[in-house]
Nanobody, 121 residues
Framework: VQLQASGGGLVQTGGSLRLSCVAS????????MGWFRQAPGKPRELVAL?????YYVDSVKSRFTISRDIAKNTVYLEMNSLKVEDTAVYYC??????????????????WGQGTLVTVSS
């Protein structure tokens, strides 16, 4: 299985970006798929997850939306009202633990390569 993430870039505060992550090699409909991010000097954190449940970290609620297109084997992260503190490398990930919300990266089986999001003030 390979996950290919794209859509990162440079945007000003208040702007929007949409990240995409396409899976290949197997159908991912039985996997929870989500997005982590890692800013310099900080641990990797789960931002959003879509599986049996939908999860958002508090700092992105009402600004980010995660969605999936099962037919395209793709997960998206729509990011609006971006803030400087959203600057990070964003990674898509897939977990076989479909029914729960797992914050630790060890529960994720597949990872994308990361896409950099930079929000300037």
């Amino acid at each position: 299985v390979q996950l290919q993430a794209s859509g990162g870039g440079l945007v000003q505060t208040g702007g929007s970006l949409r990240l995409s992550c396409v899976a290949s090699g197997r159908a991912m409909n039985n996997y929870a798929m989500g997005w982590f991010r890692q800013a310099p000097g900080k641990p990797r954190e789960l931002v959003a997850l879509r599986g049996g449940r939908t999860y958002y970290v508090d700092s992105v609620k009402s600004r980010f939306t995660i969605s999936r297109d099962i037919a395209k084997n793709t997960v998206y992260l729509e990011m609006n009202s971006l803030k400087v503190e959203d600057t990070a490398v964003y990674y898509c990930a897939a977990s076989a633990y479909y029914g729960g919300t797992y914050y630790d990266a060890i529960y994720y089986d597949y990872w994308g390569q990361g896409t950099l999001v930079t929000v300037s003030s």
